[in-house]
T-cell receptor, first 113, second 116 residues
Framework: AQSVSQHNHHVILSEAASLELGCNYSYGGTVNLFWYVQYPGQHLQLLLKYFSGDPLVKGIKGFEAEFIKSKFSFNLRKPSVQWSDTAEYFCAVRREYGNKLVFGAGTILRVKS | DTGVSQNPRHKITKRGQNVTFRCDPISEHNRLYWYRQTLGQGPEFLTYFQNEAQLEKSRLLSDRFSAERPKGSFSTLEIQRTEQGDSAMYLC??????????????FGPGTRLTVL
């Protein structure tokens, strides 16, 4: 069975600090990878996704993620966070041509202004 | 595009009662998913519909849970004889197999269930 591990449950950063959130998955086959974000009081929204091709994926709001197949990782990065990035971030994996998403437990990011 | 909508947004019920939730997907989306999210966890997959056919069910979906999508549009999730362990956020998502965002799942706001 697939599983997703997110390394940190809570992260606190000051504005302008760099962000990296770790995500590792367990599945031996081809996968599609996603990062979702949930801002306070809002529903889950897609930040970025990786299906194939360039392993460095750029998403909305200056976020990017790098797929490293050999490490089964899909870490999320942002060079300079803003207060408005305060949210919960979820990594998710889906086996290629599959239907269900398997989510990690989430990382709560708080950005101090 | 009005997004995925779910009703009710909140439901408080007593243990042993039945509850039903509704999900209206994005209108052109033929795929619909139900997930459950408990505190401190990510969403967990419950079931998947393509049009009106229920094609995949998780082992989490006990026999007290039933989901339908009778006309391939809205879906309902019913929980019979609710237990306190059923307290969670129930999320619905939809996707289309066509277009630029094909296979991207769009989530609704969820229905928060509290079983007393």
């Amino acid at each position: 069975a697939q599983s997703v591990s997110q390394h940190n449950h809570h992260v606190i950063l000051s504005e302008a600090a760099s962000l990296e959130l770790g995500c590792n998955y367990s599945y031996g086959g081809t996968v599609n990878l996603f990062w979702y974000v949930q801002y306070p009081g809002q529903h889950l929204q897609l930040l970025l996704k990786y299906f194939s091709g360039d392993p460095l994926v750029k998403g909305i709001k200056g976020f990017e993620a790098e797929f490293i197949k050999s490490k089964f990782s899909f870490n999320l990065r942002k060079p300079s966070v803003q207060w408005s990035d305060t949210a919960e971030y979820f990594c998710a994996v889906r086996r290629e041509y599959g239907n269900k998403l398997v989510f990690g437990a989430g990382t709560i990011l708080r950005v101090k202004s | 595009d009005t997004g995925v909508s779910q009703n009710p947004r909140h439901k408080i019920t007593k243990r042993g009662q039945n509850v039903t939730f509704r999900c209206d997907p994005i209108s052109e989306h033929n795929r619909l998913y139900w997930y459950r999210q408990t505190l401190g966890q990510g969403p967990e997959f419950l079931t998947y519909f393509q049009n009106e056919a229920q094609l995949e069910k998780s082992r989490l979906l006990s026999d007290r849970f039933s989901a339908e999508r009778p006309k391939g549009s809205f879906s309902t999730l019913e929980i019979q004889r609710t237990e306190q362990g059923d307290s969670a956020m129930y999320l619905c998502a939809s996707s289309s197999k066509w277009g630029a965002n094909h296979n991207e799942q769009f989530f609704g706001p969820g229905t928060r269930l509290t079983v007393l």
